[in-house]
């Protein structure tokens, strides 16, 4: 069984970073893309940024464009999110989650998911 | 942006009912939309992958319908650890989105 394990997570004043990372278990992780999707507080799903399994290909929510990097490392099977000028919006759990393929987004869905990581931005 | 619009937000049904969650796209995407439960304090599962496919170790109480702009998850044999939230979500095209969830509450 595909598994996802988040870590990174914090509180964080407005303004500064934090990287969160996930790693991958049980399956060939450069067989797939990759996504982050967040949730805040007695909220809905958001999704956040996909990377497809080469990491040739990226894409953001206009929401954190140019603030969030996603990015990959295959020889370790683990996937980051670089957040910068985080506001307080930003607060959510933020679950990794693996595509169900590997070069293309259209049509594929989600599963598994981990099991999140709490992300704080407050003062 | 693709929006989804899952109306009601909430509904309120009964052990053994079957039940009806809808959800529609703001455009035509297709047989383009998956199904997700999610449970308090968990992420959430695939139940429904493409409109009507059943994910593998899903109970065949859940299945799927619709293509285009209109969608359906249908729970045909309600049981008591079916009762929470359910999104829809679009994968035509990015930004992926969700629906806002439907909560399914006991009568």
């Known amino acids: 069984q595909a598994q996802l394990v988040e870590s990174g997570g914090g509180v964080v004043q407005p303004g500064r970073s934090l990287r969160l990372s996930c790693a991958a278990s049980r399956f060939i992780f450069s067989n797939y893309g990759m996504h982050w999707v967040r949730q805040a507080p007695g909220k809905g799903l958001e999704w956040v940024a996909l990377i497809l399994n080469d990491g040739s290909n990226k894409d953001y929510a206009d929401s954190v464009k140019d603030r969030f990097t996603i990015s990959r490392d295959n020889s370790k099977n683990t996937l980051f999110l670089q957040m910068n000028s985080l506001r307080a919006e930003d607060t959510a759990v933020y679950y990794c989650v693996r595509d169900s393929h590997a070069s293309n987004w259209r049509g594929n869905w989600f599963d598994p998911w981990g099991q999140g990581t709490l992300v704080t931005v407050s003062s | 942006d693709i929006q989804m619009t899952q109306s009601p937000s909430s509904l309120s049904a009964s052990v053994g009912d079957r039940v009806t969650i809808p959800c529609r796209a703001s455009?035509?995407?297709?047989?383009?939309v998956n199904w997700y439960q999610q449970k308090p304090g968990k992420a959430p599962k695939l139940l429904i992958y493409a409109a009507s496919n059943l994910q593998s170790g899903v109970p065949s109480r859940f299945s799927g319908s619709g293509s285009g702009t209109d969608f359906t998850l249908t729970i045909s044999s309600l049981q008591p650890e079916d009762f929470t939230t359910y999104y829809c979500q679009q994968s035509y095209s990015t930004p992926l989105t969700f629906g806002g969830g439907t909560k399914l509450e006991i009568k």
């Open positions: 455009q035509s995407i297709s047989t383009y």
